[in-house]
Each structure stands twice: as structure tokens, then as C-alpha cells.
């Protein structure tokens, strides 16, 4: 297995990971894969391309089989220390079949340990009720949920 960043050859399956993600938790959406799939492509050149998003992939015989995406969000900086974006983690998809493998957990740690040498202040990520056992597990603890306004 390896466990690295995402490069633009991996659109197309980052493209039916998500299609499949959707689906998988959400069996009613419908939409238009070709549609879907334009849209897509075009956020995932320029996450790659770009210095804001970082996609975290395990690829096992050459196929990726989980995907774990950070978005990096930028403090206002406060006097008195140098001021470090956070991290926001989403995404997290590992396919069925390598599900409980480990592999999901080896992404995690390869990006915690790619974001603390970055020095982010922390990573931050909203679970599902499913998947708070995961997060726990890999030494995230639960934290006051934020509040929102829902437009």
C-alpha cells in the first residue's frame, strides 16, 4: 500500500470515489454523473494544482481505495506568535471491501504527522455518528460543537 498525496492523474477515480461516497450515505440523491463529474474535475485540478487543498490517498495494486481531503483555513494573525492555518478535515472515504483494514487509520497518521511538522494548529473534522468510533480511536476527541446558521 501507498499512502501519498493526489496527483492530477487521479481525478478520474477521485471523481467515482465521490460519486460512490454520495450514494453509499445517501441512496436517493440522483444526478447526472457526466454533469457531476465536470463540476468535479474541475474542483479537484485546481485543489491539486492549488496550495489550499491537499488530498491524502491509499492506493493498493495501483487503484485508489481511500481518500482522506484537508482544506486548510487561515487564522487572523494576533500579535505576540507567528499564527498557523488549522485544518479541515472531510471526505474521508475508504471503499467497502479494504474497510477495516487499517488503511483509513494509516492515512490519518500519515497526515497528522505531515501536519504537525507544518506546525497547523489542529485539525478539525465533523463525524457522523458512524464514524466517531474511527476518529476516536485515532486519537481525536470530541470537542464543543460549533455553531451554525443555516441560510
Avoid at 17 to 23: A, G, I, P, S, V
Avoid at 105 to 134: C, G, H, M, T
Wanted: net charge negative.
Amino acid at each position: 500500500m501507498n499512502i501519498r498525496l493526489a496527483v492530477e492523474e487521479d481525478v478520474d477515480a477521485l471523481i467515482r470515489m465521490r460519486w460512490d461516497f454520495t450514494l453509499e450515505h445517501q441512496p436517493e440523491v440522483e444526478g447526472d454523473y457526466r454533469l457531476f463529474s465536470k463540476e468535479c474535475r474541475e474542483f479537484l485540478t485546481a485543489a491539486i494544482q492549488g496550495d489550499r487543498w491537499y488530498i491524502w490517498v491509499a492506493e493498493v495494486d495501483g487503484s485508489l481505495v481511500s481518500h482522506v481531503y484537508i482544506q486548510l483555513i487561515d487564522k487572523v494573525p494576533r500579535p505576540g506568535r507567528i499564527t498557523y492555518p488549522f485544518a479541515f478535515m472531510t471526505n474521508v472515504y475508504t471503499h467497502p471491501e479494504y474497510r477495516s483494514q487499517g488503511i483509513g487509520s494509516r492515512i490519518l497518521q500519515k497526515l497528522q504527522e505531515w501536519a504537525a511538522e507544518k506546525k497547523y494548529e489542529f485539525i478539525i473534522v465533523w463525524p457522523s455518528d458512524e464514524s466517531r468510533n474511527f476518529y476516536g480511536r485515532n486519537g481525536y476527541t470530541l470537542c464543543n460543537d460549533p455553531m451554525e446558521l443555516v441560510l
